[in-house]
């Protein structure tokens, strides 16, 4: 059994937060919300309560999680202090953000929290439940995404209870998460930051801090898709990830041809139903198709929002049973970046030039 309780996501009620934190303490599991996305939390520093959120979510043990802390104060159970001038100066300007930072791990954290790496994902949460639930708890979380392995990320209750009802024994339900892709993850292990993945800290936001620090400001973009059977570094960067169950192709087009391709497609596939996942600007080029289920992220000129739709809609087709899903691709700018490659990898690579 699975409760849900609702938590205000402003302020949380104590008795719930006590609830949870007593869950974590006794090293159990409890899915709450965060600014990105919902996360499946157990007691960081407990082997034995993390290794049970390998086995709730499916996850293989070669991919690492990322440790949440609720202030600067836990920095030092996670990775061993004083930290060097890159790494403070992000955690001055992102932290508490959607930013993970890979730095060195620090002994006290257990192997199987970093699937044996030296290096250690941490990120402190800025969403009020996720800060109350730590401060309640005591202890740093680790908690990965609160879907099954592979599968779209939470962005609300409904999507955690659909993929892990009857593993987990609580989520805090504060309602939809405010960003809506998970956070970017930035490897300050080598002396190039790279990224790892994008996410809801934008990287030229990264890149202007850096320099207005006076710091270096170019960081190495790892542009890979790994295939499933490879060794990685971040499992985040495996070509078929983050997707839904009815098969999606990327369609990158310009806008004359987008309409146009979609409504052949669209007859090609009758009588069987089609997924389009667009912006409202393509809304009258797709209009009158008889056979398909229309559903729009919003307006280009939003990327934010976009982003905040993203998986709930990608959700919502897979539960319409439509029989293929064709989705727009969207900007590589700002959170358009995140947007691009969580719709990449949702495609397992399948993109569609029209
Ligand atoms: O926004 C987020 O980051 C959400 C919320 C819950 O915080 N969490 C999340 O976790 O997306 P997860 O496990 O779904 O994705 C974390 C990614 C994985 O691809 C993992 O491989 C990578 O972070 N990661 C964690 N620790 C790492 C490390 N030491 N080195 C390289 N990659 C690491
Ligand atoms: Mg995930």
């Not at 955690?91 to 044996?116: M, Q």
């Not at 309602?175 to 970017?184: A, C, H, K, L, N």
């Not at 897979?318 to 490659?341: C, M, N, W």
Request: net charge negative; glycine share 8%.
């Amino acid at each position: 059994m699975t409760d849900v309780l609702k938590v205000d996501a402003e302020q949380p009620d104590p008795k719930a937060l006590a609830r949870a934190a007593e869950l974590i303490r006794a090293g159990q599991l409890v899915a709450f919300p965060t600014e990105t996305v919902y996360g499946l939390g157990a007691n960081a520093l407990s082997q034995e309560a993390v290794a049970r959120i390998f086995e709730a979510k499916g996850r293989p043990t070669s991919d690492p999680i990322i440790v949440h802390i609720g202030d600067r104060a836990q920095l030092s159970l996670i990775t061993p202090t004083p930290i060097d001038e890159t790494a403070q100066v992000l955690i001055e300007r992102f932290f508490p953000g959607p930013l993970t930072l890979v730095l060195p791990k620090a002994n006290g954290v257990p192997a199987n929290v970093t699937a044996n790496l030296p290096s250690v994902g941490l990120r402190m949460p800025v969403h009020p439940v996720a800060r109350a639930l730590i401060h309640a708890a005591g202890v740093p979380i680790a908690a990965p995404s609160a879907n099954t392995f592979g599968h779209t990320s939470p962005t609300n209750a409904a999507h955690v209870l659909a993929d892990l009802g009857g593993r987990i024994p609580l989520i805090l339900d504060g309602g939809d998460t405010p960003i809506g892709v998970e956070s970017t993850i930035l490897d300050l292990t080598a002396r190039i930051p790279k990224l790892l993945r994008h996410g809801g800290v934008p990287l030229e936001a990264i890149q202007s801090a850096l320099q207005e620090a006076g710091l270096p400001s170019h960081v190495e973009v790892i542009r890979r898709y790994a295939a499933q059977d490879e060794t990685l570094q971040s499992p985040g960067m495996l070509l078929r990830h983050y997707a839904p169950y009815t098969p999606l192709t990327l369609v990158q087009a310009t806008m004359g041809a987008l309409g146009e391709t979609l409504r052949r497609l669209a007859a090609e596939s009758a009588p069987s139903t089609i997924g389009l996942l667009l912006a409202d600007e393509d809304l009258d080029a797709v209009a009158g198709i008889p056979n398909a289920i229309i559903l729009s992220v919003g307006s280009l000129t939003n990327l934010e929002q976009a982003a905040h739709q993203l998986f709930a809609k990608l959700r919502e087709l897979d539960t319409l049973k439509v029989s293929a899903i064709y989705a727009r691709d969207f900007p590589e700018q700002g959170i358009g970046s995140a947007i691009h490659d969580r719709l990449v990898r949702a495609a397992a690579g399948k993109i569609l030039y029209a």
